[in-house]
């Protein structure tokens, strides 16, 4: 058990850290610090391809696709200085850490050729289409439609809470290809370009302002019969698979965006006296030690190889930042006191710490609910019995 | 980085785990309990068969010679079975004597400590006075005070060796709620201490020694308190179904499990931390003492809670976790103290 990185892995470090901070004191010097999802997007794209011809974008995936085969150490490792230069999140982070994993795993070596590249240089934009209105939590739910009509799927139907669908260039709609079929049987798992004239896109305005997640409506939206990613009906076990992906080396990354926004709460207590009450100093002292921890069961998780053992720190590991991101929203609001209540920008835009406060309250919700996420903890880490469930 | 045990640490608390398991019983600690707090053969077996009292004690001193990650591996597997018998004395003691005692007293007390010849008790206090090496005061609290065969008394100016029989000493034994872990009031009266040679680092040792040892200890006692809920939610049924399948109740057992998750991280960096003096080995270590002991107490809780009516009984195992818990949080400076200590460091004040 260790916790330092070798000279090699160091020189690494230094070699991330010094283009990153070279990009970002430079030709993108107008990006760095955003923390939203939605800000610049076109810069951000911009931004993307830039990585891409660098070698920076993906570099986890093999070399042949474009990537690196970066270690793991040196992947936890540029996420780590990624965050530390301030270089704001990936707008294409679906098609990175999404869509690229389940195409390299259930993918046609066709579709690899298909679609890597173009993620890998940053050129192709994907956005998610999972959730629909009466399919959130319960995702067997779907019904969104998908149907062969002369050597192409044509679908529809509306899918929900699609993270930046609109600046997005491909969407992969998880859809019911079986008439009459329930739950899990009978989806399938299909990539589509989004500029067609059967897919809408409808922005969805959030509690602070902003609008990253959309609507999304198919009508009689079409893509070619090869689309699919595995086989027909089998969209469930895909769906599954990319679920699996979200856990991994970007939670460091995100940690690090964690890290600046307690850095900027404890700015804000030593600069106007907040750090002298008692109980906002075990406050703070829980934050920095619930963000540390999230560091070491980071790595602990990361460092599990045998992955065929349940792993807790896996499994706890949403619940765990969601719910501390949540409480990190509501320290930095007390920090502030009424200085947070109000901003100068009459488009309803909010600084840093404001603006964490409001979009934290999503956290403990998209990607499975904290009550979700106690049901899999429970069912699948403690081997509770499940559920009974009502329809199927 | 590669924050996964070794093979061999997978080893040692494998045996570990054996060992209390299969010799710090419910019957034995109870019988314990209602003697002086100690199951001396436990004791004795688990320094002269298992031979791991001295884990982070130098092999030419008579140690393993290993690290804080194996203490704290060894400390969890006896916290997970409320083990009575003096761990956290024999981890400090013999590490404050191994950095700062004499040679004599290195030859001397560590043979004897490490072979479960002698209880240790090591306690820190900066209120009795003392003139050179003769002192007068009172210590209060000092685990497993009422059985210690040889103190460490640690003050800023000197820390010494006191022997239980030495004149102008008394020892008042208290019934303490955690009967696992009994505390005695010291009073001394002109008593001679042995000094050690160097004070600070005897000091500087007794922290991670301490604290990871308790962190650790915590850690296990809520692990074992999840997997014992975890089997009664499976065997108990209501309502014609087995109580953990209810949503109310699996929740609670999964907040169990995220919080010891946690604590596990927890225990580890410090561990990791110290051994390898990175990553803020003094932040790991005051957050480790506060997460973990707070964990412990609220999964105990939880376990009395999950359990209804049965986890209130004095027969139920549930009560010991919870007084072993509940000592935990105070004992070495409060969670409130170790919260304030990262904080100050954070916030750019730290001394």
Redesign the interface.
């Given at each position: 058990?260790?916790?330092?990185?070798t000279p090699e892995?160091e020189e690494f470090r230094a070699e991330a850290a010094d283009w990153l901070n070279t990009q970002m004191a430079g030709e993108f010097a107008d990006i760095k610090g955003i923390t939203t999802l939605t800000e610049k997007a076109e810069r951000r794209k911009e931004w993307e391809q830039h990585l891409g011809e660098h070698g920076w974008s993906c570099i986890g995936w093999p070399k042949e696709w474009g990537g690196r085969s970066a270690t793991l150490?040196q992947q936890?490792i540029f996420a780590e200085e990624y965050a530390r230069a301030g270089v704001p999140g990936r707008v294409n982070h679906i098609g990175i850490e999404l869509a690229g994993p389940t195409l390299l795993a259930f993918g046609s070596e066709e579709q690899k050729r298909r679609f890597l590249p173009g993620i890998a240089a940053g050129k192709t934009i994907f956005c998610q289409g999972y959730s629909e209105p009466n399919a959130g939590s319960d995702l067997s739910a779907v019904r969104t439609k998908a149907r062969l009509d002369g050597g192409e799927w044509v679908v529809d139907g509306q899918k929900i809470w699609t993270s930046l669908a609109h600046i997005s260039d491909w969407i992969f709609v998880v859809a019911r290809s079986e008439e009459g079929s329930k739950g899990p049987k009978g989806l399938t798992f299909l990539m589509m370009e989004i500029d067609q004239p059967g897919i809408e896109i409808r922005p969805i305005k959030q509690i602070n302002g902003d609008a990253e997640f959309n609507e999304t409506f198919f009508d009689g939206a079409r893509c070619p019969e090869d689309s699919l990613i595995g086989a027909v009906g089998d969209g469930w076990r895909v769906a599954m698979g990319l679920l699996s992906f979200e856990r991994g080396v970007s939670t460091l990354g995100q940690q690090m965006a964690f890290r600046n926004e307690l850095d900027e709460i404890?700015a804000a207590?030593?600069a106007n006296g907040a750090?002298h009450d008692?109980l906002i100093?075990?406050r703070?002292?829980?934050a920095?030690?619930?963000l540390?921890?999230m560091r070491?069961?980071a790595?602990?998780m990361?460092?599990?190889?045998d992955h065929s053992k349940v792993d807790?720190?896996a499994?706890?590991y949403k619940?765990?930042w969601a719910s501390w991101r949540r409480s990190l929203g509501e320290l930095a609001m007390d920090v502030l006191g009424q200085a947070g209540e109000i901003t100068d920008n009459p488009e309803y835009e909010w600084s840093v710490l404001p603006n964490l406060f409001l979009y934290s309250r999503a956290d403990t919700i998209y990607g499975g609910t904290n009550?979700i996420?106690?049901?899999l903890?429970?069912?699948r880490?403690?081997?509770?019995?499940?559920?009974?469930r009502g329809d199927k | 980085m590669d924050f996964v045990f070794t093979e061999e640490q997978q080893m040692i608390a494998e045996t570990a785990q054996g060992f209390f398991g299969e010799n710090a019983t419910s019957d034995r600690t109870r019988a314990a309990m209602a003697g002086d707090g100690v199951d001396r053969q436990l004791h004795r077996d688990f320094c002269e068969e298992l031979g791991l009292g001295g884990v982070i004690v130098p092999e030419e001193l008579g140690g393993v010679g290993l690290g804080y990650v194996e203490m704290a591996i060894v400390a969890e597997a006896a916290g997970y079975n409320v083990a009575a018998m003096p761990l956290l004395g024999i981890n400090i003691a013999a590490a404050m004597i191994a950095a700062g005692g004499t040679d004599a007293q290195k030859s001397d007390l560590l043979p004897a400590i490490l072979a479960g010849e002698k209880i240790a008790a090591a306690v820190g206090n900066d209120t009795v006075s003392h003139d050179g090496n003769s002192i007068s005061g009172r210590l209060e609290f000092v685990p497993h005070g009422n059985v210690a065969d040889v103190f460490i008394l640690a003050h800023p100016d000197q820390v010494w060796v006191v022997h239980a029989g030495a004149p102008g000493l008394s020892i008042i034994t208290h019934t303490t709620m955690d009967q696992t872990r009994p505390l005695a009031t010291l009073v001394l009266d002109g008593v001679a201490g042995e000094p050690l040679a160097d004070t600070q680092a005897a000091i500087t040792a007794s922290q991670p020694a301490a604290w990871i040892t308790l962190a650790a200890e915590a850690l296990g006692g809520a692990q074992a308190c999840l997997d014992r809920t975890v089997r009664y939610a499976n065997e108990r049924v209501q309502f014609g179904r087995p109580i953990g399948s209810f949503q109310a109740y699996k929740h609670r057992l999964a907040d169990m499990m995220i919080e010891i998750e946690q604590a596990r991280s927890a225990v580890y960096w410090a561990a990791c931390a110290n051994d390898e003096n990175s990553d803020d080995p003094q932040l790991a270590l005051h957050a480790a003492k506060a997460f973990c002991a707070d964990t412990f107490f609220k999964c105990a809780a939880d376990m009395i809670q999950l359990h209804g009516g049965i986890g209130f009984t004095w027969e139920h195992d549930a009560h010991l976790f919870f007084k072993r818990a509940r000592s935990i949080q105070t004992l070495l400076k409060d969670g409130n103290w170790h919260r304030e200590q990262v904080a100050k460091q954070i916030l750019g004040e730290a001394a």
């Open positions: 058990m260790k916790l330092g990185f892995e150490a936890v404890i207590a030593k750090a008692p100093r075990q703070i002292a829980k920095e030690i619930g540390r921890l070491y069961g790595l602990r990361l460092s599990t190889t807790g720190a499994l706890t619940i765990q009550q996420q106690r049901n903890i429970a069912e880490g403690l081997g509770m019995p499940r559920e009974p | -």
